[in-house]
């Protein structure tokens, strides 16, 4: 699953110790008075037993795993058709849209144990997926959410700051993609609030906020750390260029 980023590119801006390592707990580098969130990210993981149910992927992190992993069993804010559509996604046989060679959504895209690149500009931050090689853009110019958008894969994102925090506001989602591992779906009216702050040079802290009340009862919150890696950059990532799962799918019946 993990394709390791494979260019390297030294780190702007970054502190040293005298054998030219990257000290992670140097200070923010900032852009016009706000912290610059430039740089290569991958969440951090958690210790784990080996492999996500049995096949051995590279480590990641519980909400990659599954986004209510902070609920008790059977305490998870889910409704009818929010169950109903994990049990879909549970049954044997299912092949996850991602195995498909399909986009990642949000918050997903940003908690897979793959590497994505933040290019930060005046008016709007530029989000490049490894996996895929797909990008995401939020638009911090002070334009307002369309009234009716195309539904997207990664939705339509304005970012404004909260001091410096990084808050972004997403909507206009279509309902094709899943907030986990294990099959948790959303609808089209899903909100998506994500709060970045930068708190040393190599850790990033991020907060997101899901609304969606078609498949949730309530509001849920989830908190990770995204971790620079420092002095590398990321590499294209064409899943469909070494497919092989496709010839071993059930055949649709006729």
């Not at 030294?10 to 110790?17: D, K, M, N, V, Y």
């Not at 559509?85 to 940003?110: E, F, M, T, W």
């Not at 094709?176 to 190599?202: C, I, N, P, T």
Request: overall charge negative; some cysteine; charged content about 25%.
């Amino acid at each position: 699953m993990c394709a390791q980023a494979q260019w390297q590119s030294p780190s702007p801006g970054a502190t040293r110790t005298p054998d030219g390592k990257v000290i992670m707990t140097g200070p923010v580098p900032r852009v016009n008075g706000k912290p610059d969130l430039s740089g290569i990210w991958q969440v951090e993981a958690e210790p784990r037993g080996p492999g996500l149910y049995g096949l051995g992927e590279s480590p990641n992190s519980k909400y990659f795993r599954d986004i209510l992993s902070d609920f008790k069993a059977g305490e998870e804010p889910l409704t009818p058709a929010g169950r109903e559509i994990l049990r879909q996604h549970s049954q044997p046989g299912v092949v996850g849209y991602n195995l498909k060679c399909l986009p990642d959504g949000v918050p997903h895209a940003d908690l897979l144990p793959e590497p994505f690149k933040i290019i930060q500009t005046p008016g709007e931050i530029v989000m490049l997926y490894e996996v895929e090689t797909i990008f995401r853009q939020i638009f911090t110019d002070g334009r307002k959410h369309p009234a009716d958008p195309s539904p997207t894969w990664l939705g339509y994102s304005v970012g404004t700051w909260d001091g410096d925090t990084l808050v972004v506001d997403t909507m206009g989602f279509n309902d094709l993609s899943w907030l986990d591992a294990r099959g948790h779906g959303h609808s089209e009216d899903m909100r998506v609030e994500e709060r970045f702050h930068r708190r040393d040079f190599g850790h990033l802290e991020v907060a997101v906020t899901i609304t969606d009340p078609k498949m949730f009862t309530k509001p849920f919150t989830i908190n990770f750390v995204e971790q620079l890696l420092p002095d590398t950059d990321v590499f294209e990532h064409i899943c469909y260029e070494n497919e092989k799962d496709a010839a071993h799918l059930p055949k649709p019946a006729r």
